[in-house]
């Protein structure tokens, strides 16, 4: 009897023990709010934050924003400020939903990622191997003005998966392309950019994109571009799921991000900023171009850009960056591995000069050593991107912090990002 007893003791410990063991790894590395003092953060200087924005707002900088930053697991900040829609007179709140474009790359990035985990492919393989309609790369040898007619030449080598996550593949980017020849030719060809409303798939536009010249021979130098729209079909092709199942079962749900999607069900309708832009000093609604803002809740919603299509919030774009701070863990859910967290989060493209003071991982713009003793903008290694609305993040792994900025604008210019992100760095004072 007494075995017996010992034995259920024993038994009775252990269960408990794995409980509380598996309810800290959760409470651990899940965002919570807290006091900026509790992440060694001074509350005095988080409040130049509010400075800064408020004054932006006044002085007719910006219309509004949301600000969030987090250290060590910790929500320290997080404000919303000015208006939603000016117009309508309708107040930003912290769960305003933004059109967060370009940072829908790094939310792709890993998708890509964790099927190379899985051994689905090499990062050295041709896309081709995977989306034959690729062939043989080709470069742009001559062009014509006056019809946007063209020839081509042989690459040297061909477009593997690392050169569309590094922007290295010689792919372009149509409406917003450096290049007005390529501008030219991918609206001739009918490449779909960025947004629309259109019945459009990834599909149909990437196997379009695959038969156009490139810029340079793949590898040979930075060229931002679609490839990540490429890898968004790419990772429908390994899968066997649409590119909007694949995120929302794989990354949303596991991290919590129940407000980040393509497009909106209307009973989130309500909650998207309005893009606005100034008109003789006012702030209106920008007008419909090459594309139409609001294509979260109107139109054929089919299009599931890779590289530009996703709506978020501060919240869930924060615990994002905290799986990656966390090493590829969030809310008891793995990701990444460690390592290959290590691996995303490190230069890919030591060998090409771009501007001084940054570099690129597998997923992520990265600060280098010159950036960060520049001061402002975090250790090296921090990273970040932004979005072709204004949204912008930062998350610095030694530090252990995050930032995010949203506001939604065209054709503004303001420095308020820059300089958001150094008071979030002169903020910390452990």
Known sequence: MKKIYVLALTAILFVSCKTKSETEIVVKDVLAEASPKSAGMSSERLARIDTLLTHAIADNMIPGAVALVARKGKIVYFKSFGMADNAENKPLENDAIFRIASQTKAITSTAVMMLWEEGKFNLNDPISKYIPEFGKAQLLDTFNEADSSYTTKPAENQITIKHLLTHTSGLGY?????????????????????????????????????????HHNPGERFTY??????????????????????????????????????????????????????????????????????YPKKGAKTFFSGGAGLTSTAEDYAKFLQMYLNGGV?????????????????????????????????????????????????????????????????????????????????????????????????????
């Not at 629309?196 to 536009?205: G, L, R």
């Open 174 to 214: 149509g409406q917003i392309d450096g290049d007005a020849k390529f501008k030219k030719i991918y609206a001739k060809a009918g490449v779909t950019d960025l947004f629309t409303t259109k019945p459009v798939t990834i599909e149909e536009s990437v196997k379009i994109l695959a038969k156009l010249p490139l």
């Open 225 to 294: 571009s679609e490839g990540l729209d490429v890898l968004g079909y790419f990772v429908e092709v390994i899968s066997g799921m649409p590119f909007d199942a694949f995120l929302k079962s794989r990354i949303f749900e596991p991290l919590g991000m129940e407000d980040t999607q393509f497009y909106l069900p209307e009973s989130k309708y309500s909650r998207l900023v309005t893009v606005q832009t100034k008109n003789d000093g006012a702030w209106e609604k920008f007008p419909v171009t090459f594309y139409d803002t609001d």
């Open 330 to 430: 969030y809310n008891g859910k793995r990701l990444l591995s460690r390592t290959t967290v290590n691996t995303i989060l490190t230069n890919q493209i030591p060998y090409i000069n771009r501007e001084i003071g940054t570099s690129h991982g597998l997923a992520f713009g990265l600060i280098d050593k010159k950036a960060a003793d520049l001061g402002g903008h975090g250790s090296e290694g921090t990273f970040q991107w932004g979005g072709y609305f204004n949204t912008t993040y930062f998350a610095d792994p030694n530090e252990e912090f995050l930032g995010i900025l949203l506001k939604q604008t065209q054709r503004i210019g303001d420095n308020t990002s820059d300089i958001f992100k150094r008071l979030v760095v002169q903020s910390i004072e452990d």
